[in-house]
């Protein structure tokens, strides 16, 4: 079945660093990609999403290239702040019979001052 | 996107009781879903809530355990039956498509932090 792969974490960053999670998907044909965040306490928002290859998605400061040949959809940012730290889940949408949302494990982020 | 809200945010829970669980979009949605968040997990589909029918399950989840109900295009309620410890998590509801815009993608609630005693 199709599934979602990610980046273990957790991920420590220091203010200003660049940032890159790694996802990687399988699935049948060309499901849509999504970069979700979950602050602390909080549920889901989404963060960008790319429908088809080579979108990218982009939304405050992070981007998101879809990549059919590497079945990839990694996030980066080029200069992370504190506020960033947050729980980020790659998910894929099925193509086939109901269209679900298949999540990564999470990649927890914190970024220190 | 639409505006989602849960009741209860959390609720601490004795075994073997009951909880419901509610769901309110603030504009008429086509699809609306459970998921559940373990301590420390990805988020796992529990049911798609089908408006006027029952619910569609997913492998691993069952009517007795967790009942749903939709009886409009904006709101849906979950509860967690006869529950055990192990039922500690986060529940979310999400909404997708009608007027909460795109139909490709999923807009979540705040969620339901259950703990079970």
């Known amino acids: 079945g199709d599934s979602v792969t990610q980046m273990e974490g957790p991920v420590t960053l220091s203010e200003e660093a660049f940032l890159t999670i790694n996802c990687t998907y399988t699935?049948?044909?060309?499901?849509?990609l999504f970069w979700y965040v979950q602050y602390p306490g909080e549920g889901l928002q989404l963060l960008l999403k790319a429908t088809k290859a080579d979108d990218k998605g982009s939304n405050k400061g992070f981007e998101a290239t879809y990549r059919k040949e590497t079945t990839s959809f990694h996030l980066e940012k080029g200069s992370v702040q504190v506020s960033d730290s947050a729980v980020y889940f790659c998910a894929l949408k099925t193509l086939q019979g109901a269209q679900k949302l298949v999540f990564g494990q999470g990649t927890r982020l914190t970024i220190n001052p | 996107s639409a505006v989602i809200s849960q009741k209860p945010s959390r609720d601490i829970c004795q075994r073997g009781t009951s909880l419901t669980i509610q769901c309110q979009v603030d504009?008429?949605?086509?699809?609306m879903f459970w998921y559940r968040q373990q301590p420390g997990q990805s988020l796992t589909l529990i049911a798609t809530a089908n408006q006027g029918s029952e619910a569609t399950y997913e492998s691993g989840f069952v009517i007795d355990k967790f009942p749903i109900s939709r009886p409009n295009l904006t709101f849906s309620t979950l509860t967690v039956s006869n529950m055990s410890p192990e039922d500690s998590s986060i529940y979310l509801c999400?909404?997708?498509?009608?007027?909460?815009?795109?139909?490709?993608?999923?807009?979540f609630g705040p969620g339901t932090r259950l703990t079970v005693l």
């Open positions: 504009s008429q949605v086509t699809m």
């Open positions: 999400s909404v997708e498509g009608g007027l909460a815009g795109s139909t490709d993608t999923q807009y």
């Open positions: 699935a049948t044909g060309y499901p849509s």
